[in-house]
Each structure stands twice: as C-alpha cells, then as structure tokens.
C-alpha cells in the first residue's frame, strides 16, 4: 500500500525554525524521486509551489524562495524524508505537502501520483 504521511507542521514565530517529516511506503522512497510542495491558504493543491525535492541518490533541488533556508535530507533506514526550514517568514505560511514516485531529472523534478495528507506551517510576523 503506497502512503506518505507528513508531520512536524505548526505554529513559529518569524525567524524560527521546523522540521517536517514525509514517512513513506518502502516502494515509494526507494524507486521513486521525492517532493516537497506548499499550498498558499486559498489555492489547489495542484497548484502548489515545488519547494525542494531529492533524488533517489541524494540529489536536491531548491525553489528559489528557499535556497539557504530549507534544507531537504532523506534516511533510508527509515524511509522517511526531511524538510528542514529555517529563518522563517511569514510568507512561508502554507500547507506542506510531499510527493512521491516523482521523477528528478536534469535538474528540474516532476511530480509524481501520490501525495501525503499535508501539514499545516503558519509562521507568525
């Protein structure tokens, strides 16, 4: 049964940090490239920006917004990914979504079919 489930959302003031966590199925995170994606309150989720994603080799890719703030890992002992966020802003407020069994290539990640739940970010000002 393919599942993501993410976790770690929550409430922080402007400059702090979180971690967010993307548990996956044992198929999905060992064939498959991993995304983050936020939804901005009001907008579809297939609407959402792409954050970072890695590769199935450690390969990370970052949206512009983030560079030098998020920092996207994964453990494969525990099939789980990881976005870590720091230097908070308000404008990072959004729901958090991974994406599984996507397709990183030649620098640019394409989502894949299965999404996880979502976790809600809200930084305060």
């Known amino acids: 049964q393919v599942q993501l489930v993410e976790s770690g959302g929550g409430l922080v003031q402007s400059g702090g940090s979180l971690r967010l966590s993307c548990a996956t199925s044992?198929?999905?995170?060992?064939?498959?490239?991993i995304g983050w994606y936020r939804q901005a309150p009001g907008k579809q989720r297939d609407l959402g920006e792409l954050v970072a994603a890695i590769s199935r080799f450690g390969i990370a890719t970052y949206a512009d917004s983030v560079k030098g703030r998020f920092t996207v890992s994964r453990d494969n002992a525990k099939n789980t990914v990881y976005l870590q966020m720091n230097s908070l802003k308000p404008e990072d407020t959004a729901v958090y979504y991974c994406?599984?069994?996507?397709?990183?290539?030649?620098?640019?990640?394409?989502?894949?079919?299965?999404w996880g739940q979502g976790t809600q970010v809200t930084v305060s000002s």
């Open positions: 044992a198929s999905i995170f060992k064939n498959g490239d």
């Open positions: 994406n599984g069994d996507g397709t990183y290539y030649s620098g640019t990640f394409y989502r894949g079919g299965y």
